[in-house]
């Protein structure tokens, strides 16, 4: 049984313990022991959140530090006026021989110092009046929204379209301002805002373009856009008192892979600016708006929610790379956000200052299909060095139709062959679609075509114009069109009409003959539009018409209605005893036509309606 000694530890007889003189001498910072002299170099230097310390000037030094004594506390000693405040921390600046610089900057002025750019980031106020797509005649109630933007050369603003849409009024409030400053809208870009995504767990993000050429049906990968259907927006403020101390945004180039990014706004969870940061994941072709257009886009990990968009991201030199747009929203996925790359904004701001109005991005007009298959090559009359898409079709309405014929394998555009599978050379190790090279031309460019057409190789020069759907994506901030007689509304289809009318979700709710023309139908004519009847408001003269509803007319007394204007003109100036509409599925509707229009007052009155036609249809 071993026995255990106790010492116990005598008062005041503790002995003081020093540390060593070559600790002493060591400097903090692993630095060189003699600091050189001060020079205007040091004072000059630049630096980045990367390197630069915090210290605390006050704090003892590691030679003064003593075990502390019991007894009575030492006098504290009157603290020199001269000297920094003591809760002051300064920055010390590492130069370029390693050294540690004399200058001295107060912490509180970091911030503004090392991301000067952030001042410049504005938070954007919008007070939104939406149309009723349901009800045309009217508005909903109108609702607030908060986003972010940033000043650019010129005295302008640029944030995200779908943070002015369907605005009454813009503010803007800078950073650390109590102030709000009424700002004007020189111009949205109506094109290009994928929105927040959502996919189906067994899918991939596969542009709806595609799907629309190898005729894949929308809900087996499911790409899910939100009521968002723009890209950028200009802004302005009149008051000089707004740009007082701000410095515009330079914007940078193209980032590469795992470049690191910053993106700075205004989201949820506070009203101050927030930051946050993280890599470039992927940059790719992107279908924007239903596959209407095909643009760059960048994928980042950084965190973009709601508020962020609109909102710079920024490069570690402090030059924007992108402007923050929408988040994907996924049980699988997590940190995965996408910006609106320098090279589509460049594009927008551009073709402002160019045409004094945004045209938008333009379009070949033609759907193609991969070549990867050997077989198909050679049925094409294709030599094993050629490579090429091949055409499936070509939209009437474009300036293509007259030049271009189906089964023509696209060879090259502006002199860059394409891949079988539609790519071509990117950066290196990298290749994109090669609507990249579409997209940056502007509307009424010329691009030289190479075809390959009977084994013959041909050379045409092609007018690059805009794109036109039969069912538009957007109403470019326009109130929807609307027609009524005898209680039966007649409207026009389009995304929004869809969204109105049957959410959301409204790629599996809405009638697959209306899906089939949204996805699939190309318009025979620039005024070609689809006509619905949107629903019959009840009265004596329409009993047993009740339960049409979002059904389409393709003929009024035997003439084929090409657009809504045409069918309330031939409406109007009809004198035959009977209307008769011919719709979808063979339903007819007759009515008399007196009886008809006399009725149609009545109905206006009892609905509170205005008019029995848009203005757009008066003209």
């Known amino acids: 049984m071993c026995s255990e000694t106790k010492h116990k530890r005598k008062r005041g007889g503790g002995r003081t313990k020093t540390r060593s003189p ?289 909102g710079p991201a920024f490069n570690d030199k402090g030059t924007c790379v992108g402007i923050a747009f929408q988040s994907l929203k996924h049980e699988d996925a997590e940190n995965i956000g996408y910006v609106i790359p320098t090279p589509v904004i460049m594009h927008f701001i551009q073709d402002y200052e160019k045409n004094g109005t945004y045209t938008g991005f333009p379009i070949l007009g033609v759907e193609w299909q991969k070549i990867e298959n050997p077989d198909l090559r050679l049925s094409m009359g294709m030599k094993p060095d050629q490579k090429g898409v091949r055409i499936r079709r070509i939209d009437p309405t474009t300036p293509e139709y007259s030049v271009l014929k189906p089964s023509d394998v696209i060879l090259s555009f502006d002199g860059v062959h394409i891949a079988n599978d539609g790519t071509v050379p990117f950066r290196h190790g990298e290749r994109i679609g090669f609507s990249y090279l579409v997209s940056q031309k502007y509307t009424g460019d010329t691009a030289a075509i190479k075809v390959l057409r009977n084994s013959e190789t041909l050379k045409f020069k092609v007018k690059l114009g805009k794109h036109r759907r039969l069912v538009p994506a957007h109403n470019k901030g326009r109130p929807p069109s609307y027609y009524i007689v005898a209680g039966f509304v007649f409207s026009t289809v389009s995304v929004p009409y869809l969204r109105s009318e049957y959410g959301k979700d409204y790629e599996y709710e809405a009638p697959v003959k209306l899906l089939d023309k949204l996805l699939h139908e190309l318009p025979q004519s620039e005024d070609e539009q689809i006509v619905v009847v949107s629903q019959v408001l009840v009265a004596d003269i329409n009993i047993g018409y009740e339960d049409i509803v979002n059904t389409q007319i393709h003929a009024f007394n035997g003439q084929p209605v090409k657009n809504l204007k045409s069918l309330a003109s031939m409406v109007e100036s009809c004198n035959d005893e009977y209307l008769k509409f011919d719709l979808e599925y063979q339903q007819i509707v007759v009515l008399q036509t007196k009886t008809a229009k006399a009725a149609t007052l009545d109905i206006l009155a009892t609905h509170c309606i205005p008019s029995a036609m848009s203005d757009d249809l008066k003209a």
Not at 110 to 115: D, E, K, S
């Open 22 to 310: 070559e600790l002493d001498n060591t400097n903090i910072n692993n630095n060189t022991a003699s600091p050189p002299s001060p020079s205007a170099a040091e004072d000059d230097a630049v630096f980045s959140a990367n390197n630069v310390e915090l210290a605390n000037t006050n704090a003892p030094s590691v030679s003064d530090r003593r075990v502390r004594r019991r007894g009575r506390p030492r006098k504290v000693p009157e603290p020199d006026p001269s000297a920094p405040a003591a809760n002051a921390k300064t920055l010390v600046l590492p130069v370029a021989n390693g050294a540690v610089s004399n200058s001295l900057i107060k912490a509180e002025n970091f911030v503004a110092r090392a991301v000067p750019e952030m001042d410049a980031v504005v938070k954007v106020f919008c007070v939104h009046t939406e149309p009723n797509f349901s009800l045309p005649w009217q508005r909903k109630r109108q609702y607030s929204s908060s986003s972010s933007g940033f000043v650019i050369k010129g005295r302008r603003v640029l944030t995200n379209a779908h943070s002015v849409e369907h605005y009454t009024q813009v503010k803007l409030k800078k950073r650390g301002s109590d102030t709000k400053y009424v700002a004007t809208v020189l111009a949205i870009g109506t094109e290009c805002d994928i929105g927040e995504a959502s996919f189906s767990p067994d899918s991939s993000f596969v542009p709806v373009e595609q799907a629309m050429i190898i005729h894949i049906r929308p809900h087996i990968f499911q790409c899910r856009m939100k009521d968002i259907s723009e890209m950028l927006a200009l802004l302005t403020v009149e008051d000089d008192e707004f740009w007082e101390g701000v410095s515009p945004v330079e914007f940078g180039d193209l980032p590469a892979l795992q470049d690191a990014v910053t993106v700075v706004g205004y989201p949820i969870g506070g009203d101050t600016i927030s930051v946050t940061s993280g890599v470039v994941s992927r940059i790719e072709i992107l279908s924007y708006v239903h596959g209407s257009t095909e643009l760059l886009g960048l994928q980042i990990d950084a965190a973009i929610n709601s508020g962020n968009s609109g």
